[in-house]
């Protein structure tokens, strides 16, 4: 995130705030309109995370908020590398939803991103250099056997079987897997918010398991990093895109 910070406010010259986040959890960083935050891995993170910054938008008294996620994921058909724009999120069971788990009881919330977010976001691919894709995203809350892999401590399941259900995620239009999509999804919802996810892949899980981060003849440190700078682009794009947009309509 301060590199994302960093490389915005290189690019726009807005003013680049210090890390203004108190707790040694998350850090924010603020570039004119644009917040910066780290919500670290799976959900309960996240959910502490969005739902805090949430009451922060409401005590700045902010309005025509846009929450977007920025990260990493596992791709289903789609070259490593790839830039996946979520038209969808799913949890675990296939459905649009976040079940939580409220007084003792299942809630369930509906898990709906904003479309016309993303069709603007699709758009913003011309001005960078990066296959951009749309699809659907899944959210799981396990690594490893969550998300069909074969190469975890645990895996009761044959090969067949995983590469079976890799298949028909691919079939239903699922283009990646991550930790957070659906929470994100339904928060933001249940809250009015517009919002999107970004997501580079990092393996095509259709035929890898691992994301080989250790091995550079796949996938160097370097080229990891320049993979997690593509949300970035396409993101910053879109706010200078939008922010120009903005001010010539005042
Ligand atoms: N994050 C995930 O959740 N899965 C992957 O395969 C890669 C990143």
């Known amino acids: 995130m301060k590199n994302y910070a960093e490389q915005y406010h290189k690019e726009t010259s807005v003013g680049l705030s210090e890390n203004l986040s108190k707790t040694d959890r998350f850090v924010m960083y603020k ?8 919500h670290g891995m799976g959900i309960p ?34 070259e490593p590398g790839t830039v996946v724009i979520s038209t969808g999120a799913i949890n675990e069971f296939l459905k649009p939803e976040y079940i939580q788990a409220v007084l003792g009881k299942k809630v ?13 976001l699709y758009e913003c691919r011309r001005f960078v250099n990066t296959p951009v894709e749309k699809g659907i995203t899944m959210g799981t809350d396990c690594f490893f056997e969550g998300q069909a892999r074969l190469d975890g401590p ?19 239009g699922v283009r990646n897997v991550e930790m957070e999509c659906n929470c994100f999804a339904a928060i933001t919802y249940r809250a009015g918010i517009r ?4 997501c580079v892949t990092v393996v095509d899980r259709l035929h890898d398991d691992t994301l080989k981060i250790q091995k550079p003849i796949f996938l160097s ?25 903005i001010a010539n309509n005042k």
């Not at 995370?49 to 996620?69: N, P, S």
């Not at 369930?108 to 603007?120: F, G, R, T, V, Y």
């Not at 919002?195 to 970004?198: E, K, M, T």
Request: charged share 25%; net charge negative.
């Open 45 to 78: 993170s996240l959910s502490i995370c969005l739902q805090e910054c949430i009451k922060l938008m409401y005590y700045a008294e902010t309005t025509d908020v846009t929450f977007m996620r920025l990260g990493t994921s596992g791709g289903l058909g789609v």
């Open 221 to 245: 440190p370097k080229a990891f990093r320049e993979y997690e700078m593509r949300t970035f682009k396409l993101a910053s794009a879109y706010f200078k895109d939008r922010l120009a947009n």
């Open 31 to 38: 570039t004119g309109p644009v917040l910066w935050v780290n």
């Open 108 to 120: 369930k919330h509906d898990a709906i991103l904003d479309k016309a977010l993303s069709d603007e």
């Open 154 to 172: 645990f895996c009761d399941y044959s090969s067949e079987d995983a590469t079976a259900f890799l298949r028909k995620l691919y079939e239903l």
């Open 195 to 198: 919002s999107a996810i970004i």
